[in-house]
């Protein structure tokens, strides 16, 4: 034991375990708490809940609000946009769920004090878009945080979950997670009869664009790492559409969100030559896609293959023209407001490099691929839907419930619902929750039992890197060169390389084939066996570790529903060059996975879209 022999287990028993306190896990716990009055609820964050997750600097606006009460859209509408916006692929009895109950969650939020932008004429919140609301959101995290602290029975902080716990009595359900305090380095064991994972997306998976010190300098948060994925994913979830990853346009360097310059601002696009370029390429992708291209609004995935189709032909840099918009002041104030409410590092980029968005218009460029559930883009697990609403195909137990007993998921965790983003993903999380309730309740003396020998094996895998390190070090050859072992930064960026070059990331213009794709799952399981390996100097290191196999895990699972799908369905996330076409005869449906942790093996299957939604 060495360096650790004082470390501590402690263990917490509860009825509900929220896994991850971002959007979806406050409005899990907020929930919990409203349904299940005595129940024992318990949070665990590897942060802080007070800042962590996607919305952890602030937003500027919440992306996702119907306004029914003023008759602004109805869920069937918002069912609508994001059917098209996914090319016809995403879970519509999920979507309308959300859809109806998201007004609800933003009511509250205006509540709890979200300074909120309210139109002075009609007293409605201000609109950006069909769908988004302005708000002054720099607090919007620690407002939201509040009340799931006040609801939950305790909020762990600090506490990197790494692994579900399965019951020892009954197959397929789970009992509980383990992780460590990335502070202290104890060791917690949480029993609990039900599970909601809300652990966020995935970044860094794909090669960054900003590499060595400016590596996290990505769009999406950095320290969103996939456990979403990975927990259900070796607990065996089916896991769905896991290929549909999303690139975002953004301002360049910075990510600085585009959706306020153009929805509010009317800024546009145009390429090196001062051209509109989106026309030049409507014959060429209405061969590829058919009528999608012909859609309103236009489908995010095929603007950026504009966006790409123009600067392959050597045209770009493609840039935002702010020039105009920006002699307005008061535009000007909302552009730069924009960034200070969220993104301050695009304003601390332009002022780097001398870039003033009202004599300059600034440069666009493309993300690397990230894997999310919540944004533009619909990857996670397969869940049941809700009682009322779904098709009994898409039924098998309580609301949002996937695959495995007992476990619950919401926000960027869950599969085929895109454009909830924050207040989706918090309304998810209150679904989730109810449901969670529910199925506490019913399981009355029935609850599951964790075994001993379980997570007494756990702790020592979870612990092994430290030992490696304290053992390997020893060896070093020079500088932090050790033949035994593997540093958590060294396997990730093995990691981004191989996503980047076999599986469609920015070197390769995001294009793929059957044969790279191949290469590429050789490549993942080498790394996965070198991962046994990995070496961690002190704790922080040993989160970096475990984040490293959650990204693995998942990133091997986006390969494997990438080789599946033999189709082009989203030109402009990835291309599929062997099959450069969407081909609704054969692939209007969802995939699905299913791993078996005992064999390493996946198993694929297609899923029939239901529309329900006229
Ligand atoms: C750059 C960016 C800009 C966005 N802009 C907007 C916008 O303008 N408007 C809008 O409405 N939405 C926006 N969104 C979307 C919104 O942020 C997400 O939809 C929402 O945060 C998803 O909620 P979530 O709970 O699934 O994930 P998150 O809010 O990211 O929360 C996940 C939580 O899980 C924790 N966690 C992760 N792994 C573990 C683990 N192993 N153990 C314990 N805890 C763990 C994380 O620390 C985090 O707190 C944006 C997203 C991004 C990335």
Not at 377 to 401: F, H, I, K, L, V
Not at 541 to 561: D, F, G, I, K, Y
Request: charged share 25%; aromatic share 10%; with cysteine.
């Amino acid at each position: 034991m060495g360096l650790f022999s004082r470390r501590k287990t402690v263990f917490v028993d509860s009825d509900i375990l929220v896994v991850g306190g971002g959007m979806a896990g406050c409005g899990a716990t907020y929930e919990s708490r409203y349904w299940g009055r005595d129940l024992n609820i318990v949070c665990v964050e590897k942060a802080n809940i007070e800042r962590s997750g996607a919305v952890a600097q602030g937003l500027y606006a919440i992306n996702c609000y119907m306004g029914m009460q003023w008759n602004e859209n109805q869920p069937e509408d918002h069912v609508r946009y994001a059917r098209n916006d996914l090319m016809g692929l995403v879970r519509e009895d999920l979507g309308y769920d959300i859809a109806r109950h998201v007004d609800s969650t933003v009511h509250k939020f205006d509540e709890w004090g979200l300074p909120m932008m309210k139109d002075p004429e009609t007293g409605r919140y201000m609109r950006e878009g069909k769908w988004q609301i302005m708000i002054h959101g720099e607090s919007y995290k620690p407002i939201v945080a509040e009340a799931a602290r006040k609801a939950a029975t305790k909020v762990y902080n600090r506490i990197m979950i790494t692994h579900l716990l399965m019951d020892e009595t009954k197959p397929n359900r789970v009992g509980g997670a383990v992780g460590f305090n990335v502070r202290t380095g104890d060791y917690h064991v949480f029993r609990a009869k039900a599970v909601i994972v809300c652990a966020g997306g995935a970044s860094h998976i794909f090669k960054p664009r900003a590499v060595g010190e400016g590596m996290g300098r990505t769009w999406y948060a950095p320290w969103s790492s996939a456990s979403a994925y990975a927990l259900p994913i070796l607990a065996g979830a089916k896991m769905t559409q896991m290929e549909n990853r999303i690139v975002l346009t953004r301002f360049k360097d910075g990510y600085g969100p585009v959706g306020a310059y153009f929805l509010h601002l009317k800024t546009y696009t145009e390429n090196a030559y001062g051209k509109e370029y989106e026309s030049t390429w409507y014959e060429h992708t209405k061969q590829l896609v058919g009528d999608y291209i012909d859609r309103h609004p236009v489908p995010t995935c095929l603007r950026n293959h504009a966006f790409l189709e123009e600067v392959k032909a050597g045209r770009g840099p493609i840039r935002m023209v702010t020039k105009e918009a920006f002699q307005d002041p008061h535009k000007e104030t909302v552009g730069w407001e924009n960034f200070l409410g969220m993104t301050i590092g695009q304003a601390v980029v332009w002022a780097s490099q001398n870039i003033d968005p009202k004599l300059i218009n600034p440069e666009l460029t493309t993300s690397e691929p990230y894997v999310m559930g919540s944004h533009a883009t619909c990857s996670g697990a397969w869940a049941s839907g809700p009682e009322d609403y779904a098709p009994s195909e898409y039924q098998w137990g309580y609301n949002r419930m996937m695959t495995v007993d007992g476990l619950f998921g919401a926000g960027d965790t869950i599969g085929g619902t895109a454009h909830k983003f924050s207040s989706g993903s918090y309304t998810e999380g209150r679904i989730a929750a109810k449901a969670a309730v529910n199925y506490v309740n019913d399981l009355g003396k029935d609850g599951p039992r964790v075994s001993e020998d379980e997570y007494q094996a756990l702790e020592q895998v979870i612990f092994q890197p430290m030992e490696n390190y304290r053992i390997g070090r020893n060896e070093i050859v020079g500088g932090t060169v050790s033949p035994s072992y593997l540093l958590p930064l060294s396997g990730l960026q093995r990691l981004e390389k191989i996503m980047d070059e076999y599986v469609g990331g920015i070197s390769s213009h995001y294009t793929t084939n059957d044969v790279l794709l191949g290469r590429g799952l050789e490549l993942l399981g080498m790394l996965k066996e070198d991962l046994d390996h990995l070496g961690a100097e002190d704790l922080h290191q040993l989160q970096r570790a475990w984040e490293l196999q959650h990204r693995t895990l998942a990133s091997e699972c986006v390969t494997q529903h990438t080789m599946f799908r033999e189709e082009t369905r989203w030109p402009g996330y990835y291309y599929r060059a062997d099959h450069p076409k969407l081909d609704d005869t054969d692939w209007h449906c969802f995939t699905l996975s299913q791993y078996d942790r005992n064999t390493g093996e996946w198993a694929m299957e297609k899923a029939p879209v239901y529309h329900i939604v006229d």
